[in-house]
């Protein structure tokens, strides 16, 4: 039979050759870029994960397992990649904890939307369906939730003890949790219950010592010592303090210039008024019966010189100087006193008391602590040590994500277990869900289940463990009804993981999977590339 062939219509003017392939290379070459950094954290994850040594072009070595920081420090220059570096930022901001966990699960939802687009899906059916999936999402994990009041210390420990066992400082999880849950209740102003601002506390770094001999003080810490070159006191009872913004040191000329003097008798009397300016500075503090100054460091000119340190000395005032800038706010707030800008504004309603001013010697160097505040603020003070600079460093970032997950708690009052089963069960859940739904939605759908089987194949990849066998095990499990179940790296099997205390606030999870979420739909809306120069 012969085959009769169908007549060829020339394209109209209205059609025209639209050069798609240009625009499947672009998201490819993001897709494979972006998974690319994910791959280089994803051996971090878990308790178990491996750390990163990052040398910098200052020579700077820095070791850590915090997503957020291996990822600052990464030079990374395709614009794609850059989104999933400024990903782990946003989770950093918004739960401080979980940052590896949000690009691990970003690597794996482009590499399900790689597939789909492979498919010949086009991608705004895929970042809708994502979208649903999110929602639908947001809705498991609220359902798996346990509600925690901030009375409940034991569970707040738990939680920011899950946050410290996969840090390189992990062993000293039994110091630093409870410490970073008295810290962060010890700043929860009444008025606003469910806001914690996290610079209210504030972590003071000194080299000494071991990461054991960290402390919360009730108080402040300089981490500098008391200015007594003339053989001013170093210790101070009853004090009452002044926070100053000026330079108690002779002025200069508005403008850059030099004077020279070639008669003695006038160079006395320059040297004369310098001591009389000086003098009458110091009486006017001294009136005040103000007994502890509190320098702010001067750009313009010397904040004192050793005139103004001598006559200081005489009149048994306590000196520190150079006190920062961006300090001054938290120093004020701490003693519940003013700032004083300048002499003419130096009066006693100003100042802050304590019971007790002195210089310790900690370590190689000397520290000032100020003790018994009167009217304190609502702030605190957390002392970190540590043997050498990098546990100092990695210490002070893995406390400040057990403060990030004391504060989530504070904000959303609800925990969920930790060890790879939310994930699991959303997993279980969405596809499911993905059957009744019709079209393309339901395979967009259940590539997103799929794709969040990642954290828990990963936690047991970086434990040693068989990821393949752990997971469908785990898979096993929660069909079964335990939602809870999860991977126990440490004993290399599954169990109910809430009864292991691994938890961790709702927060994380929630943030990590919207987050991540809304980062793979930008990059699957991106279909060119423009390059300005």
Request: proline residues 3%; glycine residues 6%; hydrophobic residues 45%.
């Amino acid at each position: 039979m012969a085959a009769i062939a169908a007549p060829q219509y020339r394209s109209s003017k209205t059609e025209s050759y639209v050069d798609n392939k240009r625009k499947e290379d672009i998201r490819h070459a993001n897709i494979v870029a972006a998974r690319s950094v994910a791959n280089a954290v994803r051996t971090s994850l878990g308790p178990k994960g491996m750390d990163k040594m990052i040398s910098t072009s200052s020579d700077e070595v820095i070791i850590t397992n915090d997503g957020a920081t291996i990822l600052n420090k990464m030079q990374v220059i395709q614009p794609a990649a850059k989104m999933l570096v400024e990903l782990s930022k946003s989770q950093d901001s918004a739960a401080g904890d979980g940052t590896t966990t949000v690009v691990v699960i970003a690597g794996a939802l482009l590499e399900q939307c790689l597939l789909l687009l492979s498919h010949g899906i086009h991608p705004t059916v895929v970042s809708d369906s994502l979208h649903k999936a999110a929602v639908k999402a947001m809705d498991v994990l609220t359902a798996m939730a346990v509600p925690v009041e901030l009375s409940d210390r034991d569970s707040l420990v738990k939680s920011a003890s899950t946050s410290l066992n996969s840090k390189v400082v992990s062993q000293y999880s039994t110091l630093l949790a409870p410490l970073a849950v008295d810290a962060v209740l010890s700043v929860v102003d009444a008025a606003k219950p469910d806001m914690v601002d996290l610079r209210d506390v504030k972590i003071v770094k000194k080299l000494g010592g071991t990461v054991d001999d960290t402390e919360l003080v009730k108080g402040l810490v300089f981490d500098k010592k008391v200015s007594h070159a003339a053989g001013g006191p170093t210790r101070m009872e009853n004090a009452k303090i002044a926070v100053i913004q000026f330079q108690i040191s002779p002025p200069k000329t508005d403008i850059e210039q030099s004077i020279v003097v070639s008669d003695y008798s006038q160079m006395d009397r320059i040297l004369k008024e310098e001591r009389s300016y000086i003098l009458g500075m110091i009486k006017k503090i001294k009136a005040t019966g103000c007994n502890v100054l509190l320098i702010q460091k001067s750009i313009l000119r010397d904040a004192v010189t050793d005139l103004s340190l001598h006559y200081l000395a005489k009149a048994k005032i306590l000196v520190i100087k150079d006190v920062e800038r961006d300090e001054i706010e938290f120093i004020t707030k701490t003693l519940n006193c003013l700032p004083i800008a300048n002499i003419e504004h130096f009066r006693a309603e100003k100042l802050g008391y304590a019971d007790l001013v002195e210089e310790v010697s900690l370590g190689d160097g000397k520290i000032v602590k100020i003790n018994g505040i009167k009217e304190m603020g609502k702030t605190t003070t957390v002392l970190v040590r540590g043997s050498n600079q990098l546990v100092l460093d990695e210490a002070e970032r893995s406390l400040h994500d057990a403060l990030c997950v004391v504060r989530c708690l504070v904000a959303k009052r609800f925990l969920i277990a930790g060890g790879g089963a939310p994930e699991i069960e959303l997993s279980r859940q969405l596809g499911a869900w993905a059957k009744v739904l019709h079209g393309m939605e339901g395979y967009c759908v259940r590539a997103f289940a799929e794709a969040l089987e990642v954290i828990p194949y990963t936690l047991a990849e970086n434990a040693g463990l068989n990821p393949i066998a752990i997971v469908t095990e785990l898979r096993n499990r929660h069909a079964q009804g335990e939602i809870n179940a999860g991977i126990n790296v440490r004993k290399g099997q599954i169990t109910n993981i809430l009864e292991e205390n691994v938890v961790q606030p709702l927060l994380v999870s929630t943030s990590a999977i919207t987050l991540a979420t809304e980062c793979v739909r930008m990059i699957l809306k991106i279909d060119d590339i423009v390059t300005v120069r």
